[in-house]
């Protein structure tokens, strides 16, 4: 039973980080006007467990818990979408986009997790970085 409850909390913790990085890409991309096509926390081959349309974007849960994804309008793989490249960009696609706003969407995700670990350090020293032990009282690393 620990086993499942251990199991649960790491999966649970694992996805509250993955919602937080996507959402470091979901939100500049809106902020920037750019269309959001998918975000989903697990990846859905196929089908999805949930997912629900709001405005232009789709939320879901996908079957597969190997991280998650937001889909962004007009971010391209060149060697695959060889017809998409012919058309012209659109406004709300991120390949539209000036350089600027490309790169802060691109590194939001890494953003909110530097920022995410540095505000779990700090709780952690605000918590418990007042015991400590002092050095007069140890000998050869080991307090009596």
């Known amino acids: 039973m620990e086993f499942l409850i251990k199991a649960t ?6 996805s509250i980080l993955v ?14 006007g750019t269309r959001v096509e998918k975000f989903f926390l697990f990846f859905d ?10 405005g232009d974007t789709v939320f879901g849960i ?10 962004i309008s007009g971010m391209i793989d060149e060697s695959m979408d060889k017809d998409q490249l012919s058309k012209p960009p659109e406004p709300w696609e991120f ?3 000036p350089a600027w706003q490309r790169l802060i969407i691109m590194v939001g995700g890494v ?5 995410l670990g540095m505000l779990i350090y700090i709780g952690i020293l605000w ?18």
Do not use: C, M
Request: net charge positive; no cysteine; aromatic share 16%.
């Open 95 to 97: 390949r539209s986009k």
């Open 62 to 71: 996908g079957w597969i818990p190997f991280g998650g994804y937001v889909k």
């Open 127 to 144: 918590v418990w970085g007042r015991d400590y032990l002092p050095l007069a009282s140890t000998t050869y690393g080991v307090e009596p």
């Open 45 to 54: 081959a196929g089908f999805a467990l949930w997912k629900k349309k709001i």
């Open 111 to 115: 953003t909110v997790n530097l920022l």
């Open 9 to 14: 909390q790491l999966i649970l913790s694992l």
């Open 19 to 32: 919602v937080l990085h996507e959402l470091g890409h979901f939100v500049p991309a809106r902020l920037f």
